[in-house]
């Protein structure tokens, strides 16, 4: 059974017949308190009143707040608020004009449509400030859809005032999910829960439509607040003291009388006191993170972990020793850092109504550090007014998302440009000294900093290692996971990635993640608990939706068990039945309880849903053989072949099974031999591969097979093992 839920996957193979594809769920969050959400009922009561309404008492916060980001984060369509002319200006890309021009108070984008056929299409809504705006095009179905040509916004000398592609290498065809008519660019899905305030997606899986709603248009003071209704009442009874916290459902008071103070015999900064909860951090992560949302059941005043599930830092996303790689925005970089553990927040240095740096530039850092310290040659060693000088051009270098829009990395790391080389991640220094190695940079900084100070992000080697399958890295990695010293996101994901390895957990090691103040490793012990009965038991009641759905999920072993658990898995997969994961994912919920005509429906839903998505062909094949019905199974797979899109080795692996199962055995190797050469690191591949070539006769393919992937991972025992039993047979 194979199971995809979202963000990049993973493929762990079980030593059975068939492959067991596991695309991990994406889960973290900020610490919590393991206990039962007791402001749910007074949360299902309240409603949200617009921002209207807070203005009239919050003047000053509403001021700042007008001509934000927030507050213009989604508008209607008028000559003010779009920024594009739309002129009469065509735009020819991978061999397609398009035209954007204006008719009778209309804005029109002339392009190709979903048919292939260009054809005229208004424009909805603009979306977005800067450094760019996209506009929204309304669909069949209650669709809106990002068009992806984009304008950049930034001023002229910067490079803006323009029409550019966010896809500029690759020309995607109606049909394929990136297209801007695909799911890939769908509003409803990907981008309304953070423009909005109080979305709802409200998706008819039958209908394949949609009927989404809003109570603001654009980000408004409830969206981090939560709803206001009670506090209105508040001041309209008189402003009773009686009412807890004057009727606000989330009180964001953890930098209330808080000041910063230099450590008189450091010189770091300190908090007066020490943080002990997240509430602004998770109120802010609702948006600026990775995450799957796993419901709209939910409002700024809920747990973080009950509604959504954050990246944790896994290969793809992250580069082992944590700098940011695919666009994973600034949440699960903030909790890495050294900052965050001292007990700052977004808000410390944002002001989070205008969005806005509290103090301009290298300022704001200077609010707690000492700029006679750090703001002169002696430490950044740069000329002073150069671009090398500026606190945040090492600590916080940038990468750009969506052709121009750069963005800083919130790990707040210290440059250690030798170590970053080694492990293939990105070096701040040859970042901007193009000509030079790391090696040069790391000999400048041993010259200034003899005694360099070590980095706060430390498992960059460990997870390096691991990744590459080097001989005592889960040993490393498993000490990363039981140093409670360390941030929770780095602990979580070293327990993530040794399940990617395949590694045997200590029972102890688990019962005590399973414990764990935050939710992000409760998340991690979940994954990496199948077959262990005892942890996934105290997981399924936990306080948080998050953990609770990766429990359930770990389960599947256990059919009982499973079948009792997964409700709260299979309505997840519902709501968001607009992708085809979900849909993927409700078929193996079904197989799982023995509802194959269930599993069948849903998977040829999925695959009707997007003909490319190669996992609804694996787990439909496996319905198939599931019933004995090898003959179906084989043309599902060869199907897959023909019109999936990725996990080709997958495919060829589970085709090349399903002919070993049927006999013919000539064929099984042609596709164990070519899901062998699209994933040699993957051991499953190989090591069965060389078992069909064995068991042919081909002793000696096999022999070389194997002795060549013992040498490229060493530490993988049954690869080692089975090699000398082969060597040692007649």
Known sequence: ?????????????????????????????????????????????????????????????????????HQLAMQHVSRTT???PFAGESIKHHGKITTFSQHAGQFIIHTEGPNGKPADYTVKYVFGLSP?????????????????????SRPMQAGGQRWFDLYPNEAYKPGDPLHWTGYQQNWNYMCADCHSTNLRKNYDERSDTFNTTWSEISVGCEACHGPGSQHLSWVQQGQSQTTPNKGLLHLLDERRDITWTRNSTTGQPQRS?????SKELDTCARCHSRRLQLTDKVNAATPLAEGFQVALLDPGLYYPDGQMRDEVYNHGSFLQSRMHASGVTCSDCHDPHTQQLRAPGD????????????????????????????????????????????????????????????????????????????????????????????????????????????????????????DASLP???????????????????????????????????????????????????????????????????MRQDLDAWVKTNSEYIAVQRYNADRPEARTNLGSALLAQQDIQGAQTALQSAIKFDPGFSLAYLNLADSYRAIGDEAKAEATLREALRRGRNDIGPIQFALGLSLVRQ????????????ANRREPDNMQFTYTYAIALHD????????????KAVKRRPNEVQLSELLQIYRNAP
């Not at 393991?34 to 003047?59: D, E, I, K, L």
């Open 132 to 152: 760019l705006q996209q506009y929204l095009i309304e669909l069949p179905g209650g669709r809106l859809q990002a068009f992806t040509l984009a304008w950049d």
């Open 363 to 482: 300022a704001v850092c200077a609010q707690c550090h000492d700029a006679g310290r750090y703001a002169t040659e002696k430490h950044h060693f740069h000329p002073q007014q150069s671009d090398g000088a500026r606190c945040t051009s090492c600590h916080m270098p940038t990468h750009t998302y969506m052709g121009v829009d750069q963005r800083h990395d919130h790990s707040l790391r210290i440059p250690q440009p030798a170590a970053s080389a080694k492990i293939g991640a990105p070096d701040v220094c040859t970042s901007c000294h193009t000509k030079r190695d790391s090696n040069w940079a790391q000999g400048i900084i041993n010259q200034h900093y003899p005694r360099p100070k070590v980095s706060y992000q430390t498992q960059g080697p460990a997870f390096s290692a691991l990744e590459r399958g080097e001989t005592g890295a889960s040993a490393q990695v498993t000490a990363i996971a039981q």
């Open 488 to 554: 929770a996101i780095i602990r979580a994901s070293a327990l993530r990635r040794l399940s990617l390895a395949g590694v045997t957990f200590d029972p102890t090691l688990l019962a005590t993640a399973a414990k764990d103040p935050d939710p992000l490793v409760r998340s991690s012990a979940a994954e990496a608990a199948i077959g262990n009965a005892a942890v996934l038991q105290t997981l399924l009641t936990d306080s948080m939706l998050s953990v609770r759905l990766l429990a359930s999920q770990a």
């Open 663 to 674: 006999g013919k055995y000539e064929q099984a190797l042609a596709a164990l031999a070519e």
């Open 1 to 69: 059974m194979h199971t995809y839920l979202t963000g990049q996957t993973f493929l762990r193979h079980a030593s059975s017949l068939f492959a067991s594809v596991l695309a991990l769920l994406l889960a973290a969050c900020a610490p919590q308190s393991n206990q039962p959400n007791t402001t749910a009922q007074a949360q299902s009561s309240a409603y949200f009143v617009g921002s209207a309404r807070c203005a009239n008492c919050h003047v000053s916060e509403s001021t700042a707040w007008q001509g934000s980001q």
């Open 696 to 707: 042919r006769g081909q002793k000696q393919a096999a022999l070389s097979l194997l002795e």
């Open 82 to 84: 779009m920024q594009a």
């Open 273 to 277: 006191t020490i943080r002990t909860t």
